[in-house]
């Protein structure tokens, strides 16, 4: 039963901002790639993709 309510839980999770920010950096290829993927999220890549505004 706790199982069943465990996966549940994480089936209904909402990915936070932090969670998106980090798949996003781990997704990259190289050192190059990486670096481009943190000034993006430094200028506020989901940050504003998230609250609407583009």
Known sequence: MLTVVSK???????????????DYLNASANAYDLEMRQREIDNGRFRRALNGFH
Do not use: K, N, S
């Open 8 to 22: 549940l839980i994480r089936a209904l999770h909402i990915p936070t901002v932090a969670d998106l920010e980090r």
